[in-house]
């Protein structure tokens, strides 16, 4: 075995994109969520029962979707993390 040193990320990139992507995914699938189940309000949207719990089940998919399957969530590629 050789002994290469793998790269170190700093823990402050990790902790940015999983809140960036949790931030980004909650928006963006509440609103299509909201939109294709008829729950949008003229300040957003508003999620109740079987709704938010697919939007629950949506944030699950994407992060093992992203971590497991394509190597990196959307904001851990965009900041190297």
């Not at 931030?23 to 109740?48: D, H």
């Amino acid at each position: 075995m050789s002994d290469v040193p793998t790269p170190q990320v700093a823990t402050w990139r990790k902790v940015v994109a999983a809140i960036l992507d949790f931030l980004t995914v909650f928006f963006v699938g509440g609103y299509i969520v909201g939109a294709s189940t008829g729950n949008l309000t003229s300040s957003g949207f508003k999620l109740e029962g079987m709704s938010a719990l697919l939007l629950f089940i949506l944030i699950i998919a994407y992060f093992y979707v992203g971590r497991k399957i394509l190597g990196g969530t959307l904001w851990q590629r965009i900041l190297s993390a």
